[in-house]
């Protein structure tokens, strides 16, 4: 933002920027078989996720259904079936596409990101790293609903479940600052955002 000040007929210009480095938040997505017992392993069931944007000015989506042992990317989809993951086949399965096909991140402009396959256990258990591009603030976790997985132990069932937990924080620009002249003279708080007339009232006051 430039402001013009005049004096004596002459316009001294001086430039307010508000900045902060940008950090792309990542959440792992990660299942659970339930129990820790020999040949107990996920091997069926869906579940969904949700993510809640209200709290920065936007709103709430939630996924299709996803499955068990979907593939990380859209890269790992090849005509509708999940390469190298067996009984998925969901068209447009992948983690990554059920994610970017939420409303609530693309009217902020965020898409997500997983670049590698996700880490399996001996027991069937996925987890898959999402970073999210383009966030203007941190971002709220992921939230899951629907899971419906079944392990097998033997002849039992047994149920699975999926948790969502923060790698690595985002960071946007928030709040307020001040002005003064000569260390003395401070103006009311200005949002970070503040629009020419916001900045205006603000060295007026």
């Keep these: 933002m430039t402001l013009t000040a ?9 430039t ?36 809640d944007l209200s709290s920065i000015g936007g709103s709430s989506s939630t996924t299709n259904l996803i499955q068990f042992d979907a593939p990380s ?9 999940n390469v190298g993951v067996a009984g998925s086949g969901f068209q447009h399965g992948s983690v990554e596409s059920r994610l970017n096909a939420l409303d609530a991140l693309q009217a902020l402009g965020i898409s997500v990101e997983i670049e590698r396959p996700p880490s399996i256990t001996s027991r069937g258990e996925r987890s898959w790293q999402v970073t999210f591009i383009n966030a ?14 079944e392990t097998t132990s033997g002849a039992a069932l047994h149920q699975a479940s999926v948790a969502v937990h923060e790698d690595r924080p985002g960071n946007g620009l928030t709040g307020t600052f001040t002005l ?9 708080p200005i949002p970070h955002d503040a629009t020419a ?7 007026e006051t």
Excluded: K, W, Y
């Excluded at 005049?6 to 001086?14: D, K, S």
């Excluded at 508000?18 to 579940?47: L, P, Y």
């Excluded at 003064?180 to 009311?188: E, F, I, S």
């Design 180 to 188: 003064g002249l000569g260390g003395a003279v401070q103006t009311p």
């Design 6 to 14: 005049c004096h004596g007929g002459v316009l001294e210009v001086q």
């Design 197 to 203: 007339e916001e900045m205006r009232e603000a060295l």
């Design 73 to 81: 990317s859209t890269q790992e989809e090849v005509g509708g079936v």
């Design 136 to 149: 203007p603030h941190d971002l709220p976790l992921l939230t899951t609903s629907d899971v419906a997985f």
């Design 16 to 51: 307010v920027t508000t900045s902060a480095t940008h950090v792309n938040a990542i959440q792992t997505i990660t299942t659970d078989s339930g129990i820790e017992a020999h040949g107990n392993e996920i091997g069926s069931g869906t579940f969904r996720l949700s993510i």
